[in-house]
C-alpha cells in the first residue's frame, strides 16, 4: 500500500484543507481504506467512517444498492460500486464517498476473475461519480493492496480536477 507521506496523507491534507469530509463503502478491501486513511494523524478532521458490506444484502439493506441491480449483475460491477459510494454519503453524513468491489482471489466469484475490481469517487463534484475498472494481478493481499492505492488515487485525480476547476473570483 502508499507510503506514509503519499497518497493518504496528501488525500486527508487536501480533505481538510477544504473542509470535506469522506466516508468509505468496502467489500474486497474489507476496511483497508478506511485503515489507511485513519491511520494518517490529523484525520480525524475528516473521515466519517466506514462500512465493511462484504455480503449483497448488506450493499442493498444498508447503503441502497438496489437488489435488482445485484441480482442482475452481481457485486462486482460499476454500479453497484457506484451505488455504494453514494449511499455511505448518503449513510454517514459524507461530502466524499469512496466504495471498492471486486474479487480478490485466490479463485474466481461471481464469474468473474481473481483482480477484477471496480473502485469509484463522489463527492460534490458535477461530474457526479467516477468509477475505474481494474484488472489486477498477484495474490489476494496485492490485489486487495492495489485496490486500496487506486481508489485513493482516483479521489487524489478527482480533487486535483476539483481545484483546477474553481472559478476566478472577479473573473469576467
Request: aromatic content about 2%.
Amino acid at each position: 500500500m502508499n507510503r506514509p507521506g503519499s497518497a493518504p496523507a496528501e488525500v486527508i491534507a487536501t480533505l481538510v484543507e477544504r473542509g470535506l469530509t469522506v466516508a468509505t463503502a468496502e467489500s474486497l478491501t474489507g476496511g483497508l481504506v478506511c485503515s489507511v486513511l485513519t491511520s494518517v494523524p490529523g484525520s480525524s478532521a475528516t473521515v466519517r467512517g466506514g462500512v465493511v458490506s462484504y455480503a449483497s444484502d448488506v450493499k442493498a439493506d444498508l447503503l441502497g444498492v438496489d437488489p435488482d441491480l445485484l441480482a442482475e449483475v452481481g457485486a462486482v460491477d460499476a454500479g453497484v460500486a457506484a451505488q455504494m459510494a453514494e449511499g455511505v454519503c448518503r449513510l454517514l453524513g459524507a461530502d466524499v464517498g469512496l466504495a471498492t468491489t471486486g474479487v480478490a482471489g485466490p479463485g474466481p466469484s461471481d464469474g468473474m476473475p481473481a483482480g477484477t475490481v471496480f473502485v469509484t469517487a463522489c463527492g460534490p463534484w458535477p461530474s457526479g461519480p467516477r468509477t475505474r475498472a481494474l484488472a489486477l494481478e498477484g495474490g489476494r493481499d496485492e490485489v486487495r493492496a492495489a485496490t486500496v492505492d487506486a481508489v485513493l488515487d482516483l479521489l487524489g485525480e478527482l480533487l486535483r480536477e476539483d481545484a483546477h476547476a474553481a472559478p476566478v473570483e472577479g473573473g469576467e
